[in-house]
């Protein structure tokens, strides 16, 4: 099968060059596509000294937008996703593809113990799993990594879902699962990135929250809507028989609460029909 391995980068100069020829001493025949997000330094240039195909954002457009430019020019059947900055091991994308020889759609690169950049973001990824793994019924190993292999015809059925931000590989690990595709982990080591990382932690507090919605609306909305749904009916019961005992009435709270508990369930099941509607199969 042909190979295409897509490395989104953003002012990566100092590992790109070092990536791209360890990728390629490795695999020859396998084609390297580096997308220079709008970098301000000679990441494109180096990457292209180096023998990767190069395509070039005139500003920076996000982690998640490089990533649909890479996929978009990739040739091969099969495309490896992963980082410029030297966290991935070029080595280890021979056992990614024996997977997907196996008869997996999506191989995800699961980081194990100690690959973490920080204690916060592995909690932070610890629950993202978790709560993957409760909405698909499947185990989720790692639902935020960037190193993967996919079959390029099947993940670009989901392009137009993917985010232009740092989330895709959440967006599309729920989308193949959605989908009904195969999925499987291979355990692997992540080294510390050179250089700065672009993420920051501010922010993306609040793209933590996100993620946790978007994984419930990608798959079932339901299962996220529900428990919430049940909880508020649950809360008004207790307090309409508080109420009830103590002043032998039923209070506006009491009402509030049951309305609020049976507008999460219909927002839910109206949730899951659209969701349904989103992976419709193509004419």
């Known amino acids: 099968m042909k190979v295409s391995v897509v490395m ?10 070092i990536v791209v020829s360890a990728i390629r001493a490795l695999y020859p025949d396998v084609e390297v596509i580096v997308v220079d997000d709008g970098s301000t330094d000679r990441t494109a240039a180096l990457a292209s000294e180096a023998g ?11 982690n998640g937008a490089a990533i649909k430019s890479g996929a978009r020019a990739a040739a091969g059947e099969v495309i490896v ?5 030297g966290q991935h091991a070029p080595a280890d994308i021979e056992r990614l593809l024996a997977r997907i020889g196996e008869g997996y759609d999506l191989v995800v690169g699961a980081r194990q113990q100690g690959s973490q950049a920080s204690v916060g973001r592995g909690l ?4 993202y799993n978790r709560l993957a793994t409760y909405m698909t019924g499947h185990k989720v190993e790692d639902l935020t990594s960037g190193f993967r292999a996919v079959s390029a015809d099947k993940f670009r059925e989901f392009l137009y879902l993917l985010p232009n931000g740092f ?13 009904g595709y195969s999925v499987a982990y291979e355990p692997i080591h992540a080294a510390s990135r ?11 507090g609040v793209r933590f929250l996100l993620i946790i919605f978007k994984v419930g609306t990608l798959y079932s909305p339901l299962k996220l809507f529900a428990p919430v749904s049940v909880l508020a009916f649950f809360i008004a019961t207790l307090w309409y028989g508080y109420t009830l005992v103590m002043e032998g009435r039923f ?4 009402a509030l609460l049951y309305t609020g508990s049976v507008m999460v369930f219909l927002m839910g099941l109206i949730s899951e029909q659209i969701t349904a509607l989103m992976y ?3 004419a």
């Open 124 to 127: 932070a990824n610890g629950f």
């Open 52 to 62: 990767a195909k190069v395509v070039s954002h005139p500003y920076s457009k996000g």
């Open 251 to 254: 209070t506006n709270m009491s």
């Open 194 to 204: 050179v250089g700065k990382s672009h993420i920051k932690p501010l922010k993306d």
């Open 8 to 17: 989104p980068a953003k002012n990566e100069a100092a590992t790109v060059a």
């Open 280 to 282: 419709k199969d193509k």
């Open 167 to 179: 989330s895709y590989p959440t967006t599309s690990t729920m989308a193949f699962f959605r989908a």
């Open 81 to 85: 996703f992963m980082d410029a900055d």
